[in-house]
T-cell receptor, first 114, second 110 residues
Framework: DAMVIQNPRYQVTQFGKPVTLSCSQT?????MYWYQQKSSQAPKLLFH???????NEADTPDNFQSRRPNTSFCFLDIRSPGLGDAAMYLC?????????????FGPGTRLTVT | GQSLEQPSEVTAVEGAIVQINCTYQ??????LSWYQQHDGGAPTFLSY????GLEETGRFSSFLSRSDSYGYLLLQELQMKDSASYFC???????????FGTGTQLKVEL
């Protein structure tokens, strides 16, 4: 089945220790998104790629970076995680030209910062 | 800016009908989507209204009124498995991004 996969599902890192979260998709969608979601809050968009074009949200901290080496994979790098970065990180995909609003989400990676 | 407001929590009994409202202020409005998210799970797409009126998909229906900047999700014949968070969302950034509403936690009781 076509899907969005995130690894790992749970990640524990130390304060200030760089961490990378990964996302892959078999949907061949050209748009990929990274969201941060904290408890009882809505997903907050960090950035998205339209093909190889990177689009950063204005309020995304510089501590968060992303790479998309090809259509299928996208990575979220947190350079120096702080305690406030503990959250669920969701990857999603969509296709331009399809239903404007239908995004397909991966299961998420829950990040704990100790 | 974009803002979509929802009630924070709604409680209903199994078998009942519940309506979750969403009021929005957005520029360049394209339409309104709804997503369901169970605890610990990923958001999943439920419906999309591009035009005014009611869209029905099984037990779930979604309504949009552009003139009132308002929409709602209607859930009928509630089941325990419907207990989840529900988010309205509007496309922004030329349709390539979604801005999510504040979210409504639905609790279905026996």
């Amino acid at each position: 089945d076509a899907m969005v996969i995130q690894n790992p599902r749970y990640q524990v890192t130390q304060f200030g220790k760089p961490v990378t979260l990964s996302c892959s998709q078999t949907l061949n969608h050209n748009v990929m998104y990274w969201y941060q979601q904290k408890s009882s809050q809505a997903p907050k968009l960090l950035f998205h790629y339209y093909d190889k074009d990177f689009n950063n949200e204005a309020d995304t901290p510089d501590n968060f970076q992303s790479r998309r080496p090809n259509t299928s994979f996208c990575f979220l790098d947190i350079r120096s995680p702080g305690l406030g970065d503990a959250a669920m990180y969701l990857c999603a995909t969509s296709t331009r030209g399809g239903r404007l609003n239908e995004q397909y989400f991966g299961p998420g990676t829950r990040l704990t910062v100790t | 800016g974009q803002s979509l407001e929802q009630p924070s929590e709604v409680t209903a009994v199994e078998g009942a009908i519940v309506q979750i409202n969403c009021t929005y202020q957005t520029s360049g409005f394209y339409g309104l989507s709804w997503y369901q998210q169970h605890d610990g799970g990923a958001p999943t797409f439920l419906s999309y209204n591009a035009l005014d009126g009611l869209e029905e998909t099984g037990r779930f229906s979604s309504f949009l009124s552009r003139s009132d900047s308002y929409g709602y999700l209607l859930l009928q014949e509630l089941q325990m498995k419907d207990s989840a968070s529900y988010f309205c969302a509007a496309p922004t950034g030329g349709g390539n991004k979604l801005t999510f509403g504040t979210g409504t936690q639905l609790k279905v009781e026996l």
